[in-house]
């Protein structure tokens, strides 16, 4: 598992690997665009040269680029679905450049309308937007499940990826606080493979390709997104070690988007304590299967 956490790309990409670095990421997260502004952006080509030096040089093996909040492809809107789709292209038109793991979308919200025509329409403009771009691939977030946010089940998920036209860049990006927040228990390692086999059964096999490691500041099925650094939420210390030991998700890019002690995000201690979690995990599960 490539641990990290979501930086800041301010100064352009080779920073934002600078920034990870200087955390001991092994993955990293950015926002290609400011999360506050319609204003996508186009790397000039020495931004992506000096990031693939950085890259060369540094551990940061896997780089996710995150779409901002503002996207809603289920939009009914025609202005906002335009505005959408065209920052949605420029998100994996950059992924292209920077040779991103993917580009992690929340698919949008059906606000108060009905579910299912609001994932055909987020289909649609996901359909699009990956006409529109080369290899990058997309990754669907599982979302915590407040007002109309599609994706806060498994169903909805496997129901967006076949309106997206089931591509095989498409995948699916979990949230641990999500799946808290939207009714899954995952804090123990039987709990979680119950959980994954269900996601497996609905999206299919190796669907799932990057993760977010988030504690949750609100309850099981609270339907609130609210993060919290890990182990200090209700998903707590152990339950975090599960996810981060959890056998499929061996390999994959998992980055933190915690807020951090001083708001800053993760800190190079939260790093290292989320790989020392992993390592916690791991010598459980194999305690486990010994004594089993
Ligand atoms: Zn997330
Ligand atoms: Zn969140």
Same mark, same amino acid.
């Given at each position: 598992?490539?641990? &990290? ?40 080509? @020495? ?5 693939? @030096? ?176 890990? &182990? ?61």
């Amino acid at each position: 598992m490539l641990i &990290g956490a979501h930086v800041s790309p301010a100064g352009g990409p080779a920073k934002a690997i600078e920034r990870g670095r200087e955390r001991g990421c092994r993955a990293i997260q950015i926002f290609n665009q400011s999360p506050r502004q319609w204003k996508p952006t186009v790397y000039a080509d @020495e931004q992506v040269a000096a990031y693939h @030096e950085a890259r060369r040089g540094s551990r940061v093996d896997a780089l996710l680029i995150h779409a901002v909040y503002l996207l809603n492809a289920a939009t009914t809107d025609k202005d906002m679905r335009d505005k959408t789709r065209t920052s949605l292209i420029a998100s994996l038109q950059a992924g292209d450049a920077l040779g991103a793991h993917a580009v992690v979308l929340h698919a949008g919200s059906a606000k108060t309308g009905a579910v299912k025509p609001a994932i055909k329409r987020a289909g649609k403009v996901i359909r699009e937007a990956l006409s529109e771009s080369e290899n990058c691939p997309l990754h669907l977030e599982n979302t915590a499940g407040t007002g109309g946010t599609l994706g806060r089940s498994f169903e909805e998920l496997a129901g967006l990826l076949d309106a997206s036209g089931d591509d095989p860049r498409l995948g699916v990006c979990l949230d641990s606080c999500h799946m808290l927040a939207s009714g899954f228990e995952i804090r123990t390692a039987e709990a979680l493979t119950a959980v994954l086999d269900d996601c497996e059964a609905a999206v299919g096999k190796n669907r799932v390709g990057s993760l977010h490691l988030n504690d949750s500041q609100t309850p099981l099925g609270s339907n609130r997104d609210r993060h919290a650094d890990p &182990g200090e939420g209700e998903i707590g210390a152990d339950g975090c070690a599960v996810f981060l030991s959890e056998p499929r998700f061996d390999g994959l890019p998992c980055v933190m988007e915690t807020p951090g002690p001083d708001k800053h995000g993760p800190t190079p201690e939260q790093v290292q304590f989320a790989k020392d979690l992993r390592r916690r995990g791991l010598a459980k599960r194999r305690r486990a299967a010994r004594a089993a």
